[in-house]
């Protein structure tokens, strides 16, 4: 399932930029300042949705290796539990 950042940064993106270009076509400069600013919103805001799938798409898998091998999952984590109360206890 698509984040639903993804598709409402795309809409601002598209929206951002018609707007940019009727402010420019209009000559109202605060128009088109607010459309390239609705424009950048939409991009990160599109960014933010994509990190966001990535990041969900990485735990199913990781879910998925830990189904798959239990054992070394809990292995891994007592190893990793270890290292880390070493590092600390300085």
């Known amino acids: ?3 639903e950042n993804r598709v409402e940064g795309t809409v601002r993106e598209f929206a951002g930029k018609a707007q940019g ?4 076509i209009l000559g109202d ?3 088109s300042a607010q459309g390239r600013i609705n424009d950048a919103a939409g ?3 599109k960014a933010y949705g994509q990190a966001s799938d990535q990041l969900k798409g ?3 898998e ?3 290796r830990i189904h798959e091998t239990p054992l070394l999952a809990v292995l891994g984590a ?4 270890y290292l880390i109360g ?3 206890s300085r």
Not at 21 to 24: E, N, Q, T
Not at 78 to 81: E, N
Request: aromatic fraction near 0%; avoid cysteine.
């Open 58 to 60: 990485l735990a199913d």
């Open 1 to 3: 399932m698509v984040d």
């Open 62 to 64: 990781l879910t998925d």
């Open 21 to 24: 270009v009727a402010g420019d």
């Open 86 to 88: 070493k590092l600390t």
């Open 43 to 45: 991009q990160a805001q």
């Open 78 to 81: 007592v190893g990793l539990g």
């Open 29 to 31: 400069s605060k128009t």
